[in-house]
């Protein structure tokens, strides 16, 4: 009976996004999940847990995917937008490009845009044509881009081809139906 309490109960607070992931690991027995002997979430999900925790960005990108699909861990979208954003932030090129089409699809990115930015250009400097790719989207749609311009790509070629850059630049707004 003692065992059989021992190994049953999920973590109370079942938060695994970024800001309360370490106490919600904290108050999962180590030895239980390490063992997988009843814990809340899958073996590979606590080793990515761990893992993120400690900063390494490949395994951030492991536990927002594993977050994103509730694969062996509890589904949670607004967690693996965030440890989407601080592998993006190390400059993990395919978690850019994640976040990047979360925010076309409107959810709210609450990364550092200037670090990812930065972790990026280092990436593009060794020839990662994700990593262009990913970096141009922030450039045109990212949260500093004005909201005409996010919601109307037309109107972005049009600026472009009159020579006036990035969204939110320039003295001309175009608007395009």
Not at 85 to 91: S, V, Y
């Amino acid at each position: 009976m003692l065992v059989a309490g021992m190994l049953s109960g999920a973590a109370c607070g079942e938060d695994y996004g970024p800001v309360n992931a370490a106490r919600a690991l904290h108050q999962l027995s180590g030895w239980r999940c390490s063992l997988n002997l009843g814990c809340p979430i899958s073996k590979d999900a606590y080793g990515a847990l761990t893992g993120a925790l400690a900063g390494d960005r490949e395994a951030q990108y492991r536990v927002a995917r594993l977050l994103q699909r509730g694969d062996g861990i509890r589904r949670d979208e607004r967690g693996a937008t965030g440890w989407y954003g601080k592998a993006a932030e190390q400059g993990h090129v395919a978690a850019a490009l994640e976040l990047n089409r979360l925010r076309h699809e409107g959810a709210d990115v609450p990364a550092d845009e200037i670090k990812i930015a930065a972790a990026l250009r280092l990436e593009v400097d060794k020839g990662d044509r994700d990593a262009m790719r990913a970096l141009a989207d922030m450039e045109v749609y990212g949260p500093r881009a004005s909201t005409r311009c996010r919601a109307r790509p037309r109107a972005v070629a049009a600026r472009r081809r009159c020579g006036l850059g990035r969204c939110g630049r320039g003295s001309v707004e175009f608007v395009l139906s």
